[in-house]
């Protein structure tokens, strides 16, 4: 059982409390993300990488100033999630091009996934930390996959790619949320954030690219 009032490190929160300042950071880091994508809609391929490697370096410094600034984190969430939708607009501005309908169905697709999983995850008393180990090395696999798919022809690789994307950020999605309801303290909120915010952002993109029909 798990003590919802007293928390450590001297922490007095509720589970309620921290699940809707998190979800408030989500919520704001994906605003930030969609005016990201905005105002990139005429970036270059080379711009968004650079954005890419800008919100990868935010996410690390993030694990440095959690405990040494909440306002730091805070700000480095925000930069995070306005660098990952420079990054992904791009991709964004192609598929509203090749197939706007896609936009929406992977919307929809992404809302009901996390929904689902999420609930599971929140839900669920069973210790999912050895599923979360399981999801990273699947993850490290999943990217060699790729990789090699650039170079070999494999039949359907970018469905499998996708697909296999989301079974291992299903498994992601439930830890995550079980985290979120297992977590105590209240200045983890910006990484929970952050982690929750990278689910949705990899589901999104895995549906983007089923539902956009793209052939091998």
């Known amino acids: 059982m798990y003590d919802t009032t007293t928390a450590r490190r001297g922490y007095g929160i509720s589970t309620n409390t921290l699940f809707a300042r998190t979800m408030t950071f989500v919520a704001a ?17 080379g711009a968004g990488i650079i ?15 959690a405990t ?21 607009a791009p991709t964004i501005v192609y598929y509203a091009t090749a197939d ?3 936009l929406w169905q ?7 996934f996390i929904a689902a999983l999420g609930s599971a995850g929140y839900a669920t008393s069973r210790d999912l930390s ?38 291992i950020f299903a498994g992601f999605t439930l830890f995550d949320f079980q985290r979120l309801r297992r977590s105590q303290n209240l200045a983890s909120a910006p990484l929970l954030a952050a ?4 689910d949705i ?8 690219n089923i539902f956009g029909g793209r052939r091998d």
């Open 130 to 167: 050895g599923l979360a180990r399981v999801c990273f090395w699947a993850l490290l696999a999943l990217l060699v996959f790729g990789v090699v798919a650039i170079f070999v022809r494999i039949p359907h690789s970018s469905l499998i790619y996708s697909v296999l994307g989301l079974v």
């Open 68 to 88: 040494r600034s909440q306002q730091a984190t805070v700000a480095l969430l925000g930069a995070f999630g306005l660098l990952m939708g420079l990054a992904t």
């Open 106 to 112: 992977a919307g929809g697709a992404t809302a009901l």
């Open 29 to 45: 880091t994906a605003g930030l993300f969609a005016l990201g994508a905005y105002i990139g809609r005429n970036l270059a391929h």
């Open 195 to 198: 982690s929750i915010f990278l």
């Open 201 to 208: 952002l990899n589901v999104f993109l895995f549906f983007l």
């Open 51 to 65: 954005a890419f490697i800008g919100a990868f370096v935010c996410l690390i410094a993030m694990r440095f100033t």
């Open 100 to 102: 706007p309908r896609a």
